[in-house]
């Protein structure tokens, strides 16, 4: 359950433990309102509903923090607000998917890293609490990877859907000039026909409408999905190599540059201690105030 004094007092404990993060934070906070702000006098409710999700999806380490009792680190923070900012308010609202070359791809390959790092923690929480199993490294990051790879095959089918069903152009169609297709022959004996150098696709209408596709043949949409599977692969697996690192140098106490990268991205168990203290503090002075009041 939401609670605004709780979700206050954990925002005080993630100031104190690290005020960059926090600031980072501000700055695309009052970025977000400015542009909502801006779409609502100019009457883009496209982009307000953008800004309105990018401001539900900021709030998420915190309310993770609250209500599951763990500690986000602070470099999973601050990437993760970053990524929201750069995904939809520069990608959707501003239009970089289409304007910037490399954005989309970029951008999937860091969801791969960051969710290999979501889905090692999740694992990685359970297996300190459970006294009974201990689970071989090689096994933690082979979770964390099937985490990864799930949550950007569950996005493709997101984006199939709301081609499919909403009609919009998620899954973006590439022109290619060389296709192979067992549907071109006409024997119907199933040969691969092979088709290269085409410069132009014509495509008619049933009511005569004629559409031209210069350069070559449109493909749509299975080179985007498979080349977002790709680099989210890419980041899966980087991110499982760097927690193996860490796994085998957990408990060394100088650690190598890949080993703390890996540490500094899992989510821990919080210090309840603090916490609870912190909570306690934050009451009275809440009580405090209403009786001056």
Same mark, same amino acid.
């Given at each position: 359950?939401?609670?605004?004094?709780?979700?206050?007092?954990?925002?005080?404990?993630?100031?104190?433990?690290?005020?960059?993060?926090?600031?980072?934070?501000?700055?695309?906070?009052?970025?977000?309102?400015?542009?909502? /702000?801006?779409?609502?006098?100019?009457?883009?409710?496209?982009?307000?509903?953008?800004?309105?999700?990018?401001? *539900?999806?900021?709030?998420?380490?915190?309310?993770?923090?609250?209500?599951?009792?763990?500690?986000?680190?602070?470099?999973?923070?601050?990437?993760?607000?970053?990524?929201?900012?750069?995904?939809?308010?520069?990608?959707?609202?501003?239009?970089?998917?289409?304007?910037?070359?490399?954005?989309?791809?970029?951008?999937?390959?860091?969801?791969?890293?960051?969710?290999?790092?979501?889905?090692?923690? &999740?694992?990685?929480?359970?297996?300190?609490?459970?006294?009974?199993?201990?689970?071989?490294?090689?096994?933690?990051?082979?979770?964390?990877?099937?985490?990864?790879?799930?949550?950007?095959?569950?996005?493709?089918?997101?984006?199939?859907?709301?081609?499919?069903?909403?009609?919009?152009? &998620?899954?973006?169609?590439? /022109?290619?000039?060389?296709?192979?297709?067992?549907?071109?022959? *006409?024997?119907?004996?199933?040969?691969?026909?092979?088709?290269?150098?085409?410069?132009?696709?014509?495509? /008619?209408?049933?009511?005569?409408?004629?559409?031209?596709?210069?350069?070559?043949?449109?493909?749509?949409?299975? /080179?985007?999905? &498979?080349?977002?599977?790709?680099?989210?692969?890419?980041?899966?697996?980087?991110?499982?190599?760097?927690?193996?690192?860490?796994?085998?140098?957990?408990?060394?106490?100088?650690?190598?540059?890949?080993?703390?990268?890996?540490?500094?991205?899992?989510?821990?168990?919080?210090?309840?201690?603090?916490?609870?203290?912190?909570?306690?503090?934050?009451?009275?002075?809440?009580?405090?105030?209403?009786?001056?009041?």
């Amino acid at each position: 359950m939401f609670s605004p004094l709780r979700y206050c007092i954990n925002l005080r404990l993630r100031i104190r433990r690290d005020k960059k993060v926090f600031v980072l934070y501000a700055i695309l906070h009052v970025l977000v309102i400015l542009i909502l /702000i801006r779409s609502i006098f100019i009457k883009n409710w496209e982009g307000v509903f953008f800004c309105a999700l990018t401001e *539900a999806l900021f709030m998420l380490p915190g309310l993770a923090e609250v209500n599951l009792k763990i500690e986000v680190p602070t470099l999973f923070e601050g990437s993760f607000y970053i990524f929201i900012f750069a995904a939809e308010i520069l990608g959707e609202f501003g239009r970089f998917y289409e304007h910037v070359p490399g954005w989309d791809t970029i951008l999937h390959t860091i969801n791969g890293f960051l969710a290999a790092a979501m889905g090692f923690s &999740m694992i990685d929480l359970l297996n300190r609490k459970s006294h009974r199993v201990s689970l071989s490294p090689f096994f933690l990051c082979m979770v964390a990877f099937c985490f990864s790879m799930t949550i950007g095959v569950l996005w493709e089918f997101f984006e199939f859907g709301g081609d499919k069903f909403l009609r919009q152009d &998620m899954q973006k169609d590439f /022109i290619v000039k060389n296709i192979d297709s067992v549907a071109l022959d *006409a024997s119907s004996e199933h040969n691969t026909i092979h088709i290269s150098g085409i410069e132009k696709t014509i495509l /008619i209408l049933d009511n005569g409408t004629e559409y031209s596709v210069e350069g070559g043949y449109l493909d749509i949409g299975i /080179i985007d999905t &498979m080349k977002d599977l790709f680099v989210n692969f890419i980041g899966a697996i980087a991110y499982s190599i760097l927690a193996y690192i860490y796994l085998g140098q957990k408990n060394k106490k100088k650690k190598s540059t890949a080993a703390k990268l890996a540490e500094n991205l899992i989510v821990t168990p919080t210090d309840t201690d603090e916490r609870s203290q912190m909570f306690k503090m934050a009451l009275t002075e809440n009580k405090v105030d209403r009786t001056k009041r």
